[in-house]
């Protein structure tokens, strides 16, 4: 009897032993359907967070970002640059430049439009007037209104501008600080990262003082003479060929998100000019800013010295004798430096193009994603980074120079958000004046080619959305100046 129920247990025994769970590797497929993949992380945190920020475009944004991205060709000016030209028009490429001339002209023909009527609607607003009157003045005056226009448009140009100071920018009122107000500095929640979904990390955030903002509307864009800059038109999702190497060595064109080039555009860089880049790896906008052929000096920098290489790559392949032509005679100079410890130098434009969640990325791309979980810290001190960045480039840079700050996020914190943080310290902690520069009127000329946000989500910059027509960006970015 002992025997037979001992002889049992052993038989269960060893069944349970054979019990054991097998655990598959971790690229079996049914692991892998389990897993929540960064991109899928990034996701859900988009859908909750962009959803209360863009409402119902939220959806078109979304389908835009997971679709393909749209790039612009930008003319090597060392390559073959007439040939490279008239290829692409061959392709049915379209020259921004033309295609912003375009609607300038015609934004000035409906102003000159609505203020002829404008001028007849008050006369006849007077009722004692006959209609040789009113023919009178669709005559003579209409020269008069011509001129104008056409003073409307220059006076109105970036250099005369009326300061608008009436616009006082009221931090309760902005969208953006609401947002804000729920925006907790990383530091706050050590220790709790793994427990908090993704919007809760925006909380309070104490900011109750009221402070005024300088605000200048700027009317005209220019484009530099040499920059020739390939797009198609909306709608046409037509793709560049890979760029070729011409006779003298280097490529012809270099290809980038249409969205990118509106920081380098809204520097505004003059001959002469000594420009930083200060976090410019891979290095597309500081290659933009030598196109222009205007700066005496660009300085190339990036905190990471693997992506420094990468920017030196970049130049070798689209400036012939880079060593010799460009590094040896102080055109272009390389500088591995954190940007916020960046020494005392003066600057007559800085670029601070910033680390962020570089959101469509982070929806295509698992390696090395910002919404990994060993990287969640690094994400939630990016705002805190990203304003340290741009106050030591506010100090950086000369009296009456301009700084750009831009991401490739749509996030309200890490756009508006951090320049209202800076303007902030700014004013309270510092003597200097900074002007912030309203391009809404503007880039009115840019819009056959781009999407923006609508004014009430960005107050302080702009931001390109990216569409199914248009698939370029996100790109945010303010435009800032020092005056004192
Ligand atoms: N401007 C580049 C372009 O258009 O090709 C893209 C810049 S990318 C958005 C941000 C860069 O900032 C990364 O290359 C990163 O290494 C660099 N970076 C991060 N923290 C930095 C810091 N504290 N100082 C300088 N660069 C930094």
Redesign the pocket.
């Known amino acids: 009897m002992f025997s037979f129920s001992y002889s049992i247990l052993k038989f269960f025994n060893g069944m349970s032993k054979t019990v054991v769970r097998y655990k598959h590797p971790s690229d079996h497929w049914s692991v892998l359907r389990k897993k929540v993949h960064p991109i899928h992380k990034a996701l859900n945190h988009f859908d909750d967070f962009y959803n209360q920020v863009f409402n119902k475009k939220w959806f078109s944004i979304r389908k835009a970002l997971l679709g393909r991205q749209k790039y612009v060709a930008v003319v090597n000016y060392y390559g073959d640059n007439e040939s490279t030209m008239s290829n692409l028009e061959l392709r049915g490429a379209l020259n921004m430049r033309t295609l912003f001339n375009l609607e300038k002209g015609y934004i000035n023909e409906t102003a000159n439009e609505k203020k002829t009527k404008k001028v007849l609607d008050e006369v006849l607003r007077l009722d004692k007037i006959d209609e040789n009157i009113v023919e009178n003045i669709n005559s003579n005056d209409s020269k008069e209104i011509e001129l104008n226009a056409k003073q409307f448009s220059l006076a109105a140009s970036l250099d005369n501008a009326e300061l608008d100071t009436k616009r006082l920018v009221d931090s309760k009122n902005l969208l953006s600080t609401e947002i804000l107000h729920e925006f907790i500095p990383a530091t706050k929640i050590k220790g709790m990262e793994d427990f908090i979904p993704e919007s809760s990390h925006y909380k309070m955030y104490d900011q109750d003082t009221n402070f005024a903002v300088k605000v200048e509307k700027q009317y005209d864009i220019r484009f530099p003479d040499h920059l020739n800059i390939y797009c198609y038109e909306s709608g046409n999702n037509s793709d560049f060929d890979s760029p070729k190497k011409g006779k003298t060595g280097v490529y012809n064109y270099y290809l ?1 998100d249409g969205g ?1 080039i509106l920081p380098v555009l809204a520097l505004d860089i003059q001959p002469g000019h000594r420009i930083l ?12 800013a030598i196109q222009t052929l205007y700066p005496e000096c660009v300085v190339s ?4 010295n693997s ?1 420094l290489n ?2 030196k790559s970049v130049y070798e392949q689209f400036l012939y004798d880079f060593d010799e032509k460009w590094l040896d005679t102080g055109k272009v100079r390389l500088s591995n ?4 410890y960046i020494l005392d130098e003066s600057f007559d434009r800085i ?1 601070v ?4 969640t ?1 959101d469509r990325h982070s929806l295509h791309e698992n390696d090395n994603n910002i919404f990994k979980p060993s990287r969640i810290k690094e994400r939630l001190q990016l705002p805190e ?1 990203q304003k ?2 741009l106050l030591h480039a506010l100090k950086l840079v000369r009296k009456g120079g301009i700084v750009v700050y ?3 996020s749509l996030s309200p914190i890490q756009n508006d958000g951090v320049v209202h943080m800076v303007l902030k310290q700014i004013w309270e902690e510092t003597n200097m004046e900074v002007l912030v520069k309203d391009m809404s009127p503007a880039l009115l000329q840019t819009r056959s080619v781009y999407e923006f946000a609508v004014k009430n989500v960005f107050r302080y910059g702009h931001c390109v959305l990216p569409s199914i027509e248009q698939n370029y960006g996100p790109t945010y970015f303010c435009k800032l100046q020092k005056i004192n």
């Open positions: 980038m990118s880049d200060m976090c410019a790896s891979p290095g597309g906008k500081s290659l933009l920098n990036d905190v990471s992506r990468r920017i430096r954190d940007g916020r670029l193009d910033v680390p962020c570089t980074l340290e960045l831009s991401t490739c």
